[in-house]
């Protein structure tokens, strides 16, 4: 079974920073692409970064564009989020995704994890 865990969601304040983390079992995820997307509170779930399986290739949504970082580990079957000078608009609950497809602006992915609550105050 595939499973994927978030980690690292909290409250911090405007102008600051937040790092996640995604832990993958079930499978070995080192050749398929992973990626972040948020729901924040009233909107559709959207998405926010991928990354290719050997790190070649990263991709943002614009509103994150400069501000956030995606990564991963395969030797450790973990993806990362680094996440600097967020705003109250951040707001979401995010979630880890893994597999399916790709392309410069969207992400189709196979897995979803649970999703980790980031809230940002102003």
């Known amino acids: 079974q595939v499973q994927l865990v978030e980690t690292g969601g909290g409250l911090v304040q405007a102008g600051g920073s937040l790092r996640l983390s995604c832990a993958a079992s079930?499978?070995?995820?080192?050749?398929?692409?992973m990626g972040w997307f948020r729901r924040a509170p009233g909107k559709e779930r959207e998405y926010v970064a991928v990354?290719?399986?050997?790190?070649?290739?990263?991709y943002y949504a614009d509103s994150v564009k400069g501000r956030f970082t995606v990564s991963r580990d395969n030797a450790k079957n973990t993806v990362s989020l680094q996440m600097n000078s967020l705003t109250p608009e951040d707001t979401a609950v995010y979630y880890c995704?893994?597999?399916?497809?790709?392309?410069?602006?969207?992400?189709?992915?196979?897995?979803w994890g649970q999703g980790t609550q980031v809230t940002v105050s102003s």
């Open positions: 995704a893994a597999g399916g497809r790709y392309n410069s602006n969207s992400y189709s992915p196979n897995y």
């Open positions: 079930g499978r070995a995820f080192s050749g398929i692409a």
């Open positions: 990354i290719s399986w050997n790190s070649g290739s990263t």
